[in-house]
């Protein structure tokens, strides 16, 4: 019922990869290199509930390829060029579209930040300590 192909440098799917898959109800093909999806690629997917495909270099997604999923909830682009106003869902589907901003070369991790910002409030509470401990010892 659930298919993970994540983190597989995919670049390419056969057109009929999931077609004996009707039952599948999550499939992952996040951070991996698909560029294109064929139309026919989830067709037989009727009862899909939830796609991922974050962090692919995918810049738009051809008209028809999700309009079969009709019970299509979860849609999770993120860190994608996509243009996601360009795509038709089924129009019985309630998709949530989850898409964050592409990932910029220049952007730095939170927990870079948040070290930084911990080893300047540890220089500065080390500062005042001494001060105070040298104006306690006088």
Known sequence: ???????????????TLFADLVNLKSLNLSYNKLKKLDARLFSNLCNLEQLL???????????????GLAKL????VGHNK?????IDFHPEATVTVSQLKPKSKNQHSGWLCFGLTF???????????LC??????V
């Open 119 to 129: 080893c300047i409030y540890m220089y500065l509470f080390f500062c005042v300590g």
């Open 73 to 76: 909830i979860d849609f999770q």
């Open 132 to 137: 105070c401990f040298k104006r306690l010892s």
């Open 82 to 86: 996509l243009k996601i106003n360009s």
């Open 1 to 15: 019922r659930e298919l993970d192909l994540s983190w597989n440098k995919l670049s390419s799917l056969a057109p």
């Open 53 to 67: 495909l974050i962090d692919n270099p995918m810049r738009k997604i051809k008209r028809g390829t999700l309009s």
